[in-house]
């Protein structure tokens, strides 16, 4: 018969294995936070070469490739390193499946660029094939973050998942800008799609705010404050309210720097994250070593002293702690008659008890963490359900659940409970 003893250090091996995982997946994020810059930034020198009919941005458009391949090869190395440790992720089910989602998507990348060069593709059709791309590997790193078993590290990861979101707006809004000022127009529908992005921003980071720590929110604070805020506003506010919806061709460029300047400022608060998390892993998982060193020297001791490691140990279960100021040499020598003596039993079960209590600290912080991810599944769920009623597709359904959204003056994941809510009632429930 095992004991307790026994099951505490093979509990701390299973975490230090979860650790070890962890901090794998979180390099595997930093990496295709990495690859979906890399993309944004090629995405909006697209939208300018493409509406300027290939006369801006051309040079910078074949540097920014090659920029963009090297990345693809780390986060494919990446990839191939996770398929050899099934067994060890949580949700690997979810995240094989992402990961099958997206990989045609990058084999397609050639393809996509070489439409674009020849210029056989309109700039909104160019930003519409990076989203879906950038998306797909955004969803990685939800997964990443759905699956993380450890509070501390599962909040980190949420914080930089809902930052490279709203980043990820921040580049949509680069393009549709870019392409706006370029083709020297804007009209109504394409105000509210600028504006939408915008505010879509800010939902993101209020959520990256709500996770991260003071120090972060501080740097991620000086950062905004010293990237040319004005100028952004300046620039919003024009393409957002050009009388007639007129636009000047010579501000795309100037619109591009101005983003291209605070986007490459989240990419410092991006590394920040990544570095961060890095080192909590590193931390945590030196920490777990520890403590199993220590169970292992106690089971150790129990064996030196005659004890079988399987002894059960009933007596202490039952008892209550010694009083304050009690013979701790008299409990240790074996008086209750234990096989090992009071005194290691009791470490014994305080050890099982802190445990117990560390882990249900750890699910308690864990659920709080996971409600913020559940509010992206509740979308999901509901645009799946649109998809299949409505027979629209994935944009179209998002579309129609952002545009509710906004002239109900309500947030999406709102939005999406209320149409949940109506699934009883539709044809085929």
């Known amino acids: 018969m095992t004991s307790g003893l026994t099951f505490l250090v093979a509990a701390r091996r299973c975490e230090i294995d979860e650790l070890d995982q962890l901090s794998r997946t979180s390099a595997l994020v930093g990496t295709i936070g990495r690859l979906v ?32 391949e090297a990345v693809t090869q780390e986060v494919r190395t990446a990839l191939d390193a996770l398929q050899h440790e099934p067994q060890h992720l949580g949700n690997g089910a979810r995240l094989f499946s992402r990961v099958a989602w997206v990989l045609p998507g990058l084999d397609g ?11 056989k593709m309109p700039p909104a059709e160019a930003t519409a094939a990076f989203v879906k791309l950038i998306a797909g590997l955004l969803a990685l790193v939800f997964e ?5 078993t450890d509070p501390q590290i599962s909040r980190w990861l949420v914080a930089m998942f ?51 720590d003071a120090a972060l929110r501080a740097h991620w604070q000086q950062l905004q404050d010293g990237t040319g805020t004005a100028e952004l506003e300046r620039l919003r506010r024009i393409g957002c309210a050009a009388p007639g919806g007129t636009l000047v061709p010579d501000l795309g460029p100037v619109w591009f720097d101005c983003c291209t300047r605070r986007i490459d400022a989240m990419r410092l608060v991006e590394d920040r994250l990544a570095d961060e998390l890095r ?32 002894t059960p140990m009933p007596a202490g279960f039952f008892d209550a702690a010694p009083a304050p100021g009690g013979n ?50 509740v979308v999901e769920r509901a645009k799946g359900l649109l998809m299949a009623h409505r027979r629209l597709s994935e944009e179209e359904a998002h579309k129609m659940l952002r545009q509710t959204a906004m002239n109900q ?6 939005v999406a409970e209320s149409v949940l809510a109506m699934a009883e009632f539709l044809p085929g429930h």
Not at 47 to 59: D, L, M, Q
Not at 109 to 119: D, E, F, S, V
Not at 351 to 374: F, G, K, P, Y
Not at 409 to 414: F, H, S, W
Request: glycine share 8%; charged share 25%.
């Open 144 to 148: 990443a973050a759905d699956g993380a």
């Open 162 to 212: 809902n930052f490279m979101q709203g980043k990820e707006f921040a580049g949509q809004e680069r393009a549709f800008g870019a392409a706006a000022f370029t083709r020297g127009r804007n009209d109504d529908a394409q105000r509210q799609q600028w504006l939408h992005l915008i505010e879509s921003q800010e939902r993101c980071f209020e959520v990256f705010t709500d996770f991260a």
């Open 328 to 377: 701790e040499l008299a409990d240790a020598s074996g008086a209750t008659g234990s096989r090992y003596g009071r005194h290691l039993e009791r470490s014994v079960l305080d050890m099982v008890q802190e445990q117990s209590r560390r882990l249900q600290a750890m699910s308690d912080e864990l659920a709080t963490v996971r409600a913020s991810l559940n509010e992206r599944k």
């Open 409 to 414: 003056n309500r947030r999406l994941v709102e």
């Open 109 to 119: 990348l050639p393809a996509l660029r070489g439409r674009i060069a020849t210029l």
């Open 37 to 68: 810059h890399a993309l944004q930034r090629e995405r909006g020198i697209s939208n300018v070469f493409i509406g300027s009919g290939g006369t801006r941005f051309a040079e910078q458009r074949l540097q920014q490739i090659a920029a963009c």
């Open 279 to 310: 080192s909590l892993c590193e931390r945590k998982t030196a920490q777990a070593r520890t403590e199993l060193a220590q169970y292992e020297a106690l089971l150790a001791t129990v064996q030196a002293q005659g004890a079988d490691a399987d």
